[in-house]
């Protein structure tokens, strides 16, 4: 970091973003995991300017972002949306920031590192300013295979996503508990943020649809991101994503194989010492990972661990994950990337 900060001093962090459904979340780990800052910088659009949020016992005033608003700041986390991170992330660079960058804009960058802590952490140390976090589907699909994979390379995996409304921003939680109360009251509702109704229903994941494969900007990012995380860009993948009308963990089916015959009971044993990841798998109580019980927490929770049966070679896993959108797939994955700093 190249701001003029005296060496051992905390640094001065940025949350950009802070008052959006990631930065808020953003804000409250930086709290809870006692991150060691000097200074919190909340910045947000002109609306928002004014406004303040709690932090450590404090109400800090959100500023407006502007050009030179990094003078000074050592780590600057963007959860603006992508093209808030193009403009103004190689900005903050140039003003000494490190920018941990929540958005898709530069993931696929070959300079930037994409982290998930307990995957790649090794590869942050080739950052040129700016360090990208992935996409929530692919950090709470492959936290849980990584230890797997390492064992026993997976060579195919075929994932199913049940995405909640959080993904989308605050914006789209609002619309899905507006609708509902509509829909319950018996009222028109008309949805103004996501494609299609919302409450009691579920629809194909609103991103652009590649015209030539048939898959959506989503699925592509869970194929394109595991690539580069795991450093395997031969694992074939193909992904379905759906949005589901829950407020904020994404569920997530995945059938995957691997080079050797592999066991459940394997699987059970080196998920339940992995990092990030807690097992919940009771047949006898049918009780298995769900959104209600993931919101709010760190770790992905792992279970329906099973023999894939449409592959009789004994390679083949399926597995059930549920992992909390803004936690694990965005703010506490940053402020993890943040801490590696
Ligand atoms: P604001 O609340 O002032 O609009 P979410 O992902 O939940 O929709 O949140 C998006 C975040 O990005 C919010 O904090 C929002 O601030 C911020 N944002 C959106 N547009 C801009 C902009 N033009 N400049 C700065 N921040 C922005």
Known sequence: ??????????????????????????????????????KLRLLASARSAGKT???????????????????????????AGGGISRRYAPLAVEQGSVVVDNSSAFRRDPGVPL?????????????QG???NPNCSTIISITPLWPVHRRNPIRRMI????????????????????????????RPFQPTVLPHPYAFNLFSHNSKIDPENGYNEEEMKVVHETHKIFGAS???????????????????????????????????DIVATAP????????????????????????????????DISDP???????FVAGDQLLKGAALNAVQIAELL
């Open 276 to 307: 990030g990841v807690k097992v919940v798998d009771d047949p006898e109580r049918n009780y298995f990972p769900m959104p209600k019980d993931a919101s709010g927490g760190d770790p992905i929770l792992v279970g329906r661990i099973r023999r």
């Open 313 to 319: 070679s004994g390679r083949s896993i399926a597995i």
């Open 159 to 186: 994932v199913s996503t049940y995405q909640a409304a959080s993904g989308a921003g605050a914006a789209a939680m609002e619309e899905l508990r507006e609708s509902t109360r509509a829909y319950l009251e018996g």
């Open 53 to 79: 949020l709690p932090f450590r016992g404090q109400e800090i005033p959100v500023e407006e972002l502007k050009e030179d608003s990094f003078r000074g700041v050592d780590i600057a986390l963007f959860s």
């Open 115 to 127: 982290v998930v802590p307990e995957i790649n952490p090794q590869t942050i140390k080739s950052h």
């Open 1 to 38: 970091m190249s701001s003029g900060r005296p060496a051992g001093a905390s640094p001065v962090v940025a949350v950009v973003g802070a008052t959006g459904a990631v930065g808020i979340e953003l804000i409250r780990c930086l709290e809870e995991r006692r991150f060691p800052l000097s």
């Open 130 to 132: 700016i360090i990208a």
């Open 234 to 268: 031969d694992i074939r993948i193909a992904a379905t994503c759906v949005r589901v009308p829950v407020l904020r963990a994404h569920s997530i089916a995945i059938n995957f194989e691997c080079e050797r015959r592999i066991t459940p009971a394997e699987v059970r």
